[in-house]
C-alpha cells in the first residue's frame, strides 16, 4: 500500500493551523495564534476571519515544507467543518476546498469535538502505541465545551452528558475577567492556582441529575461572593488573587470528576481519557492521577500541544476516514453548531 500523505487544516476560533501526517505519523503541526483579541478580553470573529485570511496560505506552506514532501504526494485534505466561528470556518473550508481541487484530491469534513477527541490517535512514531483501548471515556472540556463522551470507534462517539449552561472553559475565562487578570483566563486562573489554598474560598456547586454538567450558578455564586467581599475590602482581589483563582479551580475540577466518577460506574469502563483546552489545567492533569490510584483507573492525558486547537488532531481523524473512504462533496457547507454524535 503506498503512503497516506493527509493535510489537516484546523480554523474554528482564533489560531489557524495545519499539520501534515503520514500513514497517522505527525510530521508537522503549525499554528498561527492571534494577540489581537487580548485586548477586547474575548475573540472578536470579524478580527478573527481577517487573521484567517493572512495565515493559512504561510501556516499551510510551512506544514508542507516541514514535512518535508511536495504538495504533490498529499493524498487528501482534512479540514474542521465545525462547530467553531462561522467567519473563521469558512476561511479554512474554502481554501481546503480550493486546494484538494487544485491536487485533484478528495476532501474529509471533520468534527471539531471529534477531533479533540482523536487527538489521543496522532502517532509521534511507527511504533507509538500510546492510544487509549476502544472503548473508553474521554472528558472533553474545553471553552465552548464540557461533556463526558463514550468512545467505541473513531466514528462511534455518544454524549453522555453535557453542559447545559456554560461550559467549564467558559466559566474559568469570565471569573478571571471579572477579576481583572486578562484574556484567555485559563493559563492566567492556573498559574495562580499553583500559589494559593484551594480550600480558602467555598463556591456553590449545582446539583444537577444525571450525568450533565452547569457552571453558571458558579460563575453568578462567585460573582457575588466577589462583591460582597470587595465592598469590606476594595483590595480584596490583590490580596487574595492566588487563594481565588485556587478555590475556582478547585471547585470546576470537583464538578468535573464527581460527573466523571459516576461515567464510569455507571459504564464499568475504567480507561478514561481527557481532551480540549482546559485538559492543560494542572489541577485537572492532578484530579487524574490521583483518581487513577484511588480508583485504579487507567488514564490517557494529551500533550500540551494537542490539548488546544490544532490541525494535527483534524489531520488524524482524516486519516481514519479516508482509510473507510469516507470523503465529502466540495459543496459540503460550514457548521457553527454542530454536536459530536
Known sequence: MNDVYILGIESSCDDTSAAVLRNGVLLSNVTASQGVHEAYGGVVPELASRAHQQNVVPVVDQAIRRAGITKEQLSAVAFTRGPGLMGSLLVGVSFAKGFARSLGIPLIDVNHLQGHVMAHFIKESDDDSSCPPMPFLCLLVSGGNSQIVKVEAYNRMTILGQTIDDAAGEAIDKCSKVMGLGYPGGPIIDRLARQGNPHAFKFSEPHIPGLDYSFSGLKTSFLYNLRKWIADDPDFIEHHKEDLAAS????????????????????????????????????????FA????????????PKFSYTTDNAAMIGITGYYK????????????????????
Open 290 to 301: 490521583e483518581h487513577a490510584a484511588k480508583y485504579k483507573w487507567k488514564i490517557y492525558i
Open 322 to 341: 479516508y482509510l473507510d473512504g469516507e470523503f465529502c462533496d466540495i459543496s459540503a457547507p460550514a457548521f457553527s453548531k454542530v454536536t459530536i454524535e
Open 248 to 287: 475556582l479551580e478547585w471547585t470546576i475540577v470537583d464538578i468535573l470528576m464527581k460527573k466523571l466518577r459516576l461515567a464510569v460506574k455507571e459504564t464499568g469502563i475504567k480507561h478514561v481519557a481527557v481532551a480540549g483546552g482546559v485538559s492543560a489545567n494542572n489541577g485537572l492533569r492532578n484530579a
